[in-house]
């Protein structure tokens, strides 16, 4: 069973710096495209960020461009967003997603996601 | 960037109605849409992908259907557990964008 589990969220003042993790199990991670996909309280989704399965290639949306900073260590299985400069409308539920086998930006699985609250 | 139109914003039906969702892109997408159900206090679940492909585990009651710019999901027949709100996502070009949402509740 495939599994995503985010942790890392809280609360930050603007300006600051917070790291999300997100553990995965249950498939190669390595051979997986993953993103970050946020959510700011009752409003839509967002998508964030994408990496590929060797880390050559980073996707940024216009909106962190800059500030934040995806990664992943394949041998702990674990995917990463480093977040600097946080701003309030940053604040949002953070969801880490797995893209679809070869299939572009389809994400076939969510962890539970971790809530990052940014005030002051 | 390419903007996603969902009608409506809410849509009042009772269960064991038809349910038919509507997804409308600023420009043709081809069939590279998807479509996923959020339940309150839950993540979000990948219901089709490239249009009208379900996804693993989805039952057959829900459908999509569209090319180019305008695309449907149809819930044939609604379930107890269908009433939450629906998102359309393109992956036509970076970046991918979501649609705002249809909330399906409960006359």
């Known amino acids: 069973e495939v599994q995503l589990l985010e942790s890392g969220g809280g609360l930050v003042q603007p300006g600051g710096s917070l790291r999300l993790s997100c553990t995965a199990s249950g498939f190669t991670f390595s051979s997986y495209v993953m993103a970050w996909v946020r959510q700011a309280p009752g409003k839509g989704l967002e998508w964030v960020s994408t990496l590929t399965g060797n880390s050559d290639v980073t996707f940024y949306a216009d909106s962190v461009k800059g500030r934040f900073t995806i990664s992943r260590d394949n041998s702990k299985s674990t995917l990463y967003v480093e977040m600097n400069s946080l701003r309030a409308e940053d604040t949002a539920i953070y969801y880490c997603t797995r893209h679809m086998y070869n299939s572009g930006s389809i994400y076939d699985s969510w962890g539970q996601g971790t809530l990052v609250t940014v005030a002051s | 960037e390419i903007v996603l139109t969902q009608s409506p914003a809410t849509l009042s039906l009772s269960p064991g109605e038809r349910a038919t969702l509507s997804c409308r892109a600023s420009q043709s997408i081809s069939t590279s849409l998807a479509w996923y159900q959020q339940k309150p206090g839950q993540s979000p679940r990948l219901l089709i992908y490239d249009a009208s492909n379900r996804a693993t585990g989805i039952p057959a009651r829900f459908s999509g259907s569209g090319s180019g710019a305008d695309f449907t999901l149809t819930i044939s027949s609604l379930e107890p557990e269908d009433f939450a709100v629906f998102y359309c996502?393109?992956?036509?070009?970076?970046?991918?964008?979501f649609g705002g949402g249809t909330k399906v509740e409960i006359k």
């Open positions: 996502q393109h992956r036509y070009q970076w970046p991918p964008t």
